[in-house]
């Protein structure tokens, strides 16, 4: 059976390219989704992954609701729900009102359920689960104004829009608030965070009201938040000729620069991790002007830094990203 994939609308084609290179078939796309077979465990562009999709059409809405009452009922023999689970309608925001006919689609099969299972519907929560992993619910996401894909197996890749923080000085802020929840771990009170290229403060920001000690190192100004904080000492010192003290070791790097990504990778990159310099790191590359799908082949090859000092690293294009990839991750213990 297929797999539907989402993705950030606008990267699709990406995403496809991503998946081929990966050894997938791709079948069919659309507006922030594609649809594949044989798809790879780790996907940097992918947002949601559907496992095993039946597809259902119907002309009316009771008819799509009663095909994936039909399905998700069928699905459940044998199985108890006990716990709250993942009930998610969903679909591209692109297809102009589209969002009632899965909001009326969703009402409908919600009636249906509670007539055949009261408890299991009343147990039913619309909120996608947060983080990296797999989880046993119902996510359909219409293709179409009658065309869904429905699955019981729901993968999130970390991916989620977050909210603003009227402090931030900047919109990079939401990026780093995003690449914790990718990565499952955040600063907190007492450790040591490195930004590099700072300005205008927005990374350095989300560590300091954490309670890390930041030092933010840009020849440019902090803003905002960012700006005197009692956690962030600011050193206008230029980022790539930073290095920690003889034997220091950081808990967090952050690094989040408009520069050229090899560069970013051979010049802070590789020697923060290959010296043991930080435990935990979140860097942005950019990749408006090279080949993504090129770059991430770098990224994952055998010999790369990644693999070498951080094999677990996960490389995700975020909500809040554009064209770049966010890298997080924690840093093999040097022997």
């Known amino acids: 059976m297929p797999t539907l994939i989402t993705c950030q609308s606008g990267y699709e084609d990406l995403l496809a390219k991503e998946l081929a290179g990966g050894g997938a078939q791709v079948n069919n796309r659309g507006p922030g989704w594609v649809l594949a077979e044989r798809v790879p465990d780790e996907l940097a562009f992918a947002h949601l992954v559907l496992p095993e999709t039946a597809e259902v059409r119907g002309e009316s809405v009771n008819a799509l609701a009663q095909r994936i009452a039909d399905i998700f009922l069928t699905s459940l023999k044998g199985e108890r729900i006990e716990a709250a689970w993942p009930c998610v309608f969903d679909g591209p925001a692109e297809l102009v009102g589209l969002g009632r006919r899965i909001s009326a689609v969703e009402k409908a099969f919600g009636e249906l359920l509670k007539k055949k299972l009261s408890r299991v519907a009343k147990l039913a929560t619309t909120d996608l689960p947060r983080g990296v992993g797999e989880t046993r619910g119902l996510m359909v996401w219409f293709t179409d104004f009658g065309v869904a894909q429905v699955a019981r197996t729901i993968r999130t890749n ?106 970013v990778l051979q010049h802070i990159v590789e020697p923060w991790l290959a010296r043991g310099w930080c435990r935990n790191f979140v860097v942005n590359l950019k990749f408006g002007r090279v080949d993504p799908i090129a770059l991430l082949r770098e990224l994952r090859a055998p010999g790369a830094p990644l693999s070498r000092f951080a094999p677990d690293v996960r490389i995700r294009h975020l909500y809040h990203d554009r064209e770049e990839f966010t890298l997080t991750g924690s840093v093999r213990a040097v022997e």
């Open 158 to 263: 970390g991916q989620r829009r977050m909210a603003d923080d009227s402090l931030a000085p900047s919109r990079s802020y939401l990026k780093v608030e995003e690449a914790y929840v990718v990565l499952g771990l955040e600063p907190k009170e007492g450790e040591t965070v490195v930004d590099l290229g700072a300005a205008p403060g927005g990374w350095s920001y989300s560590a300091a009201k954490r309670g890390a000690q930041v030092i933010a190192i840009d020849n440019g100004p902090l803003k905002g938040g960012a700006l005197n904080h009692p956690r962030i000492e600011h050193r206008r010192e230029d980022a790539f000729r930073y290095a920690p003290p003889a034997g220091t070791t950081h808990d967090w790097l952050f690094c989040d620069m408009v520069e050229e990504p090899h560069h």
